[in-house]
């Protein structure tokens, strides 16, 4: 019964477009800021944000692919690095919004998953390549006060702070594909798994190997000659820390 409820429950949320589920959610941004500024109010508008913690249902989450975080690839190593990320990478069912510095947003479900905190900065970083941040609402007071956590939406203008200093270059946040109006979003699981990422397990490793941003991936021949050599294999794994526990899932991730 509780269950059932459950799942209806999930459906509902589900079944409902980001932009319904982010109503009175999105808040203006001035003078080509990417953060909202009281006193900036009544000035240009130049964007918006949706602030997370105003959602109305806490599943909707956002992963941040911070490409060439080190701004040291040109343009065009930059477009192929986010194309094999798109191509490779993400389940169809997200929305896509290319961010000002070239990154990539990617909206879909946490689906119960369990995060550290509303801002999950750096859980992955690949040399200088590329840097992956999750935002979401675990939360939405701490300590009485309630936790902004703000993400830039399609269609704004930003100027980059450098050094406190607002640089005279305006960029803009696009939206790649159309699943603004879509529903039932691709499940955060499924895009870590992709990267074999478990933000639950101590040992965090990921299997990007190649400097592109690409996965050599297992080919059937050995995944099944894997798998047929487990066959009949009994694996003894008496511990009473989760440390030294085993897991043979990575493998075939």
């Not at 675990?138 to 830039?152: I, P, Q, S």
């Not at 607002?166 to 039932?184: R, S």
Request: net charge negative; with cysteine; glycine share 4%.
């Amino acid at each position: 019964m509780i269950s059932d409820a459950f799942d209806a429950s999930r459906e509902q949320v589900q079944s409902r477009t980001i932009k319904q589920r982010i109503e009175g959610a999105v808040v203006d941004l001035y003078e080509y800021r990417k953060f909202a500024d009281d006193k900036l109010k009544n000035k240009l508008l130049t964007g918006h944000a949706i602030d997370l913690c105003l959602c109305k249902d806490n599943d909707l989450c956002i992963n941040d692919f911070d490409i060439d975080h080190a701004c040291k690839l040109n343009e065009e190593e930059k477009e192929k690095i986010r194309q094999n990320i798109i191509n490779n990478m993400f389940p169809s069912n997200v929305w896509l919004v290319l961010t000002a510095r070239g990154g990539i947003h990617v909206y879909c479900n946490s689906n119960g998953y369990k995060l550290p905190s509303n801002k999950n900065e750096k859980l992955v970083t690949f040399g200088d390549s590329l840097e992956i941040d999750i935002f979401a609402q675990m939360y939405t007071h701490k300590d009485g006060k309630l936790v902004e956590n703000r993400v830039v939406l399609p269609e704004s203008k930003v100027r980059i702070m450098d050094k406190g200093v607002q640089k005279k270059e305006i960029l803009h946040y696009k939206e790649l594909n159309d699943w603004f109006n879509a529903t039932h979003l691709a499940s955060l699981f499924d895009i870590l798994g992709k990267w074999n990422l478990d933000q639950t397990a101590k040992d965090k490793d990921f299997c990007i190997i190649n400097d592109d941003c690409t996965i050599d991936q297992m080919s059937k021949d050995i995944a099944d000659a894997c798998i047929e050599g487990l066959k009949g294999l009994s694996i003894h794994n008496d511990t009473n820390t989760l440390e030294r526990e085993i897991s043979l899932l990575p493998l075939f991730m």
